[in-house]
């Protein structure tokens, strides 16, 4: 979904009221950055523009603040977002193939977002559920012992569901 001029409108004005209420600090730069996904759901060019403007910091400096947290996304989410553990345990207990069956059924690629906004696909090293391997964590949910089929049959009653009731 577009946000509408007047929802852009009130997150641009709530995320400069954030700025101030750092007082501009360049050591409030993660927070800043937290603000700003909370608010854009992802840091896009345009907003880490205005953080280094607004921090008189350098581009390197808050690209690469951005870049190296994991919490941090460059690029918009899904509305639906599906992560597979891609850890040891995982791995030896084939939750590639969870991978590539959600590839498959979304026409999506690991660290991407289905052409609808959907969903998101990524991959992780290690949720700290190495019992349960394989894992995948559906929006907030963590499925453990995870198949193929069960899992993408999951996604797509979760995508579909609302489709129905929108
Ligand atoms: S390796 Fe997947 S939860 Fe630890």
Redesign the pocket.
Known sequence: MTPTAAAVDKRQKMFEAALRRHGRDRHALIEVLHTAQELYGYLSPQILRQVCRELDLPPSKVYGVATFYHFFSLTPKGEHSCTV???????VKR?ADLVAAVEQAFQVKAGGVTKDGRLSLSVA??????G????AIVDDVTVSKAEPNTLVQMLQSLTTAERVST
Not at 125 to 130: D, E, H, I, T
Not at 132 to 135: G, K, S
């Open positions: 553990c891609l850890g040891t345990a995982c791995f939750a090293r290690c949720v700290g559920s190495c349960l391997a394989p894992v």
